[in-house]
């Protein structure tokens, strides 16, 4: 069982729509999961951190845990061109000394 | 400014050769990271370290050596015993700490000529 899973393929949105990614992890014990938005080419930047369950806002964004489910999604509201592209899901694990465990990504392709 | 700094940007090996990617932090972090990205993947981590002249293999280490001599250093070779060494290499730093996030450098593209 991998640590993070990410399975849908790439996602296209029309502008304004909004865009819903999901993602899985497989130790129950994890406190810490992140969103990372990386456009093509480029390094990954991080647009959401959440710690606790529940929904997280932070402008168009939001995050939400259930760690229960252990599962994490990320809402793109209102999106636009430039949401065009890989976010990936990062987890930190119970184990594994700080380090974290990344999602192979969702590509996300908003159309105007 | 503070943040990571990458060399170089672009990075082409030879057969039988070992090169040397530079990773280096100004942020004053303690735990610094190698990921390896092949294209329409995620993240996989090669070696990561927490302390000077300590480190410890990732997930994918074999064919790849790193040390930590300075705090502020963490240079990665990739070795001749790495026969796909094709990526997007990317240098991260943290915190100690369950609930820190990554910075990450702007990463290596390497290829084989």
């Known amino acids: 069982q991998k640590e993070v899973e990410q399975n849908s393929g790439p996602l296209s949105v029309p502008e304004g729509a909004i865009a819903s990614l999901n993602c899985t992890y497989s130790?129950?014990?994890?406190?810490?999961f992140f969103w990372y938005r990386q456009y093509s080419g480029k390094s990954p930047e991080l647009i959401m951190s959440?710690?606790?369950?529940g929904d997280k806002e932070d402008g168009r964004f939001t995050a939400q845990l259930n760690k229960a489910s252990q599962y994490v999604s990320l809402l793109i509201r209102d999106s636009q061109p430039s949401d065009s592209a890989t976010y990936l899901c990062?987890?930190?694990?119970?184990?594994?000394?700080?380090?974290?465990?990344f999602g192979k990504g969702n590509q996300v392709v908003v159309i105007p | 400014d503070g943040g990571i700094t990458q060399s170089p940007k672009y990075l082409f090996r030879k057969e039988g050769q070992n090169v040397t990617l530079s990773c280096e932090q100004n942020?004053?972090?303690?735990?610094m990271y190698w990921y390896r990205q092949d294209p329409g993947q995620g993240l996989r981590l090669i070696y990561y370290s927490q302390i000077v002249n300590d480190f410890q293999k990732g997930d994918i280490a074999e064919g790849y050596s790193v040390s930590r001599e300075k705090k502020e250093s963490f240079p990665l070779t990739v070795t001749s015993a790495q026969k796909n060494p094709t990526a997007f290499y990317l240098c991260?730093?943290?915190?100690?700490?369950?609930?820190?996030?990554?910075?990450f450098g702007s990463g290596t593209q390497l290829s084989v000529l």
């Open positions: 959440i710690y606790s369950n």
């Open positions: 942020l004053n972090h303690d735990a």
């Open positions: 130790d129950r014990g994890s406190q810490s």
């Open positions: 990062a987890v930190r694990p119970s184990y594994g000394n700080n380090r974290l465990a």
């Open positions: 991260a730093s943290g915190p100690i700490g369950g609930y820190e996030k990554l910075f």
